[in-house]
């Protein structure tokens, strides 16, 4: 298999979860352990991150803006946290913690009255502040759903 017969798989998909199945399919037949190369499976990967971070949607429902887009992109990946788009920004909840530095580096800011992150830019400073629901109801909101960490059960 050559790499351009790996993207003519990934052609046309519309949603994250398309891709993700996809890549699931040719990981069982790339992977160096059932018989592929490094070499394929490396490929693999690097045209599957490709793709994720920079040509698709997160949800076939859902369209963001191209800016949100990326952003969510880089931090879809960290497990326990809940994302909320809600009008041009995107807030962050959850187990933030130990992903405080990476956020700061993306340029979240802290909101300390919600006690969550946000990235989107304030347009001043309002004398009479919103809730996070009343900002909801009056832009909309989408949440993005992200990793869960398994629970073992003994």
């Keep these: 298999m050559t790499q351009l017969q790996i993207e003519e798989q990934f052609k046309g998909i519309e949603g994250i979860n398309e891709a993700k199945k996809i890549y699931k399919q040719l990981a069982k037949r ?6 592929g190369s490094d070499e394929l499976f490396k490929m693999l ?26 952003i969510i992109s880089q931090i879809l990946h960290y497990e326990n946290i809940v994302i909320e788009v809600v009008g041009s920004w995107i807030w962050l909840s959850g187990d933030t913690r130990s992903i405080k530095d990476n956020l700061k580096e ?13 990235y989107g830019e304030m347009k001043g400073r309002n004398p009479k502040e ?6 909801k109801g ?17």
Excluded: Q
């Design 130 to 135: 919103k809730s996070l629901e009343e900002i």
């Design 138 to 154: 009056k832009y909309g909101c989408e949440i993005v759903r992200t990793k869960e960490k398994e629970k073992i059960a003994n």
């Design 106 to 118: 993306l340029n979240f800011k802290w909101a300390s009255k919600k006690k969550m992150w946000y």
């Design 45 to 70: 990967n690097s045209i599957y991150t490709n793709i994720i971070e920079n040509k698709i949607y997160f949800s076939n429902e859902f369209k963001f803006d191209l800016e949100i887009e990326k």
């Design 30 to 35: 790339l992977h160096p352990d059932v018989g």
